[in-house]
């Protein structure tokens, strides 16, 4: 289920749905760890968060 999250985080993201890609991410994070994908979560979690706070500027 981890990968389902990541996978609906990307679509967002590349849609410009920053706030709902974070919620998928973050998401995934919660799941059991299977794919041993958490790293590469991380890195998008703070790849949208900068995304976002260069959107308030």
Same mark, same amino acid.
């Not at 998008?44 to 260069?54: D, E, G, P, T």
């Given at each position: 289920?981890?990968?389902?999250?990541? $996978?609906?985080?990307?679509?967002?993201?590349?849609?410009?749905?920053?706030?709902?890609?974070?919620?998928?991410? /973050?998401?995934?994070?919660?799941?059991? $760890?299977?794919?041993?994908?958490r790293s590469a979560t991380l890195q998008?979690?703070?790849?949208?968060?900068?995304? /976002?706070?260069?959107c308030r500027i």
């Open positions: 289920r981890d990968i389902s999250w990541q $996978i609906l985080g990307i679509c967002q993201e590349m849609a410009g749905n920053l706030k709902v890609a974070l919620y998928a991410y /973050m998401n995934s994070l919660e799941e059991p $760890i299977v794919n041993r994908i998008r979690i703070q790849s949208v968060k900068r995304r /976002m706070s260069l």
